[in-house]
């Protein structure tokens, strides 16, 4: 019997200290991933705006508009749209844009095009799925093929106006976007 407690003993101490060591270890690894973490962070690693080409890249966008001029802006507020989901429900969405141009004149051509310009949205957006609408992707997607339909739209209004340029929507900011 004394044989059975002298083990229980050394089973219960050894134990302990197997536990204590990977505690400890734990304690080092936290400590090691938070000064990596810390490190990266001081250095602006996880700063979108300064990441290695983020800046160059924001300065010559700033530098290539500055070198063609102003800077012109038209507005389509207010759409509600009839969406479908991937099990065909439907669904409303409201979606205003602003369009970007270097066009002084933007303004007054997307009023007279308007409804052309809302035909074809309504269009590229009737071609998607909520679902698809929902992510980041197929928010740029969209976008990049709303700037192609809208500059062809424009081209075609303005094929007669030798003062206008020719792709001149240069970028489409969402500023509604509800899917309801």
Do not use: H, W
Request: charged residues 30%.
């Amino acid at each position: 019997m004394a044989d059975d407690a002298e083990v229980k003993e050394e089973k219960k101490g050894g134990g302990n200290g197997m536990m204590i060591v990977l505690i400890v270890l734990i304690v080092v690894l936290l400590a090691a991933v938070g000064g990596i973490g810390y490190f990266l962070y001081s250095k602006g690693m996880f700063d979108p705006e300064a990441a290695p080409g983020a800046k160059t890249e924001q300065k010559q966008v700033a530098t290539e508009e500055e070198e063609q001029g102003e800077v012109f802006v038209a507005k389509i507020d207010n759409l509600v749209l009839n969406i479908t989901n991937a099990k065909g429900r439907e669904k409303l969405m409201k979606l205003s844009f602003t369009i970007k141009t270097l066009e002084p004149t933007i303004a007054t051509i997307v009023e007279t095009n308007k409804d052309e310009i809302i035909d074809a949205v309504i269009g590229q957006i009737s071609a998607r799925s909520s679902e698809e609408l929902l992510t980041v992707g197929g928010k740029a997607l969209l976008k990049e093929e709303m700037i192609d339909e809208i500059n062809a739209i424009l081209n075609e209004a303005t094929k007669n106006m030798e003062d206008v340029k020719r792709d001149c929507v240069k970028d489409i900011f969402f500023t509604s976007f509800v899917i309801k």
